[in-house]
């Protein structure tokens, strides 16, 4: 009869469990990010709660601000701007029927080996503009509509992020009953091995969120300094695009490609120039240097398992799997690695502390 009862009291714990996971599973993205934030962003709240004096709630509810005042305000700003660019497009698109393209550059046929052919181009498409514009606006409205789509999707994904920067709140607020339940939760599990991977997955984490969200805040700043440079209208706006595609590899070029065929078109082949030096050597370099140094500092990390994550992650969770999808790859990467090594080379406490 005992062991009866103990039976059923399981298999309500598990019900139990399930149908909170249930409750759960529409905000686990909102929910990890905001973690991840809280957990990355950790040594901001202890120095802003001891400036306050101790007040934790204080400093929560600052740094939350902080973070919405950072994220939010440019979204703002891009969504306003967004028409008024929309229109500067339909302006060129009407220039273009009305006068066709300009003139071919006075360089380009001195350029070795493909001048002629870059000539012969620009002049096709110059006089086939016309009938290139009419091939095209049978498809306007299919654009439109993957366009509609794709708004709702990226809004979808907004909403996400907004939740999330609400839910930190009480990350920050909470922070230390939440660690010391999970560190609890993780003894009662694995024993006296707990510590260790709780070391291992903060460092881990640590260096992820570091890499991902510190590279594309760099790029997103000197792709900013870029175009402002360049005189480039809607700066701020590109700026905080490649923010968010910096988070794809090699997507940043969709950005400041088109920019550099803008300045051609209007005759800024100085700027030009610039924007392709800049673009390849200082937007990428961020990537191709930032990004490895910060991910690989303190650990053995290999590049491809966030490249892959954050792929995976974008087509898995949407738009907040950017973030999701390389901290979970990081983190099983580096126990499944920890727990394969041989015993004499497994890391201890101290040595992991010091990373």
């Not at 809004?155 to 996400?160: H, P, R, T």
């Not at 091995?193 to 570091?210: H, K, M, W």
């Not at 991902?212 to 900013?224: D, K, N, R, S």
């Not at 390849?280 to 370099?285: M, N, R, T």
């Amino acid at each position: 009869m005992l062991n009866f009862d103990r039976s059923l009291v399981f298999l309500l714990v598990l019900g139990l469990l399930g149908a909170s996971l249930l409750v759960l599973l529409p905000f686990f993205s909102s929910l990890f990010w905001a973690g991840l934030l809280a957990f990355a962003t950790w040594p901001l709240m202890t120095l802003l709660t001891r400036l306050l004096g101790g007040r934790v709630t204080l400093a929560a509810c600052v740094l939350t601000l902080t973070w919405f005042s950072l994220i939010v305000i440019p979204l703002l700003v891009l969504g306003a701007n967004l028409a008024d660019h929309i229109r500067d497009l339909q302006g060129v698109i009407a220039d273009l029927k009305a006068d066709g393209f300009p003139s071919v550059p006075s360089w380009m046929p001195g350029i070795p080996v493909v001048g002629q052919y870059l000539v012969d181009g620009w002049q096709f498409v110059d006089h086939q503009s016309a009938a290139l514009l009419a091939w095209v606006k049978p498809h306007l409205g299919q654009i439109g509509t993957w366009f509609v789509s794709k708004s709702a999707a990226l809004g979808g994904g907004i909403l996400e992020l907004l939740l999330s920067l609400f839910l930190v709140f009480f990350f920050y607020r909470d922070g230390p009953a939440i660690a010391k339940f999970a560190s609890s939760l993780l003894e009662r599990l694995i024993g006296q091995r707990a510590e260790y991977y709780q070391l291992l997955i903060s460092g881990t984490v640590q260096r992820v969120v570091n890499g991902v969200i510190g590279t594309a805040v760099a790029q997103g700043l000197v792709a900013m300094i870029g175009f402002w440079i360049a005189g480039v209208p809607g700066a701020v706006m590109l700026g905080v695009l490649t923010f968010f595609l910096s988070f794809v590899p090699a997507a940043p070029p969709l950005v400041w490609l088109p920019v550099i065929g803008w300045l051609v078109f209007k005759e800024e082949y100085g700027f030009a120039a610039f924007m392709g030096f800049w673009g390849v050597f200082i937007i990428s370099g961020v990537d191709n240097v930032l990004k490895p140094y910060l991910i690989s500092r303190g650990g053995t990390l290999p590049l491809v398992i966030v490249l892959i994550g954050v792929m995976g992650g974008l087509f898995s969770f949407g738009f907040m799997g950017l973030f999701i999808g390389p901290t979970l790859l990081a983190i099983m990467f580096s126990l499944i690695t920890d727990w394969t090594a041989p015993k004499e080379n497994i890391r201890n406490i101290s040595e992991i502390k010091e990373k």
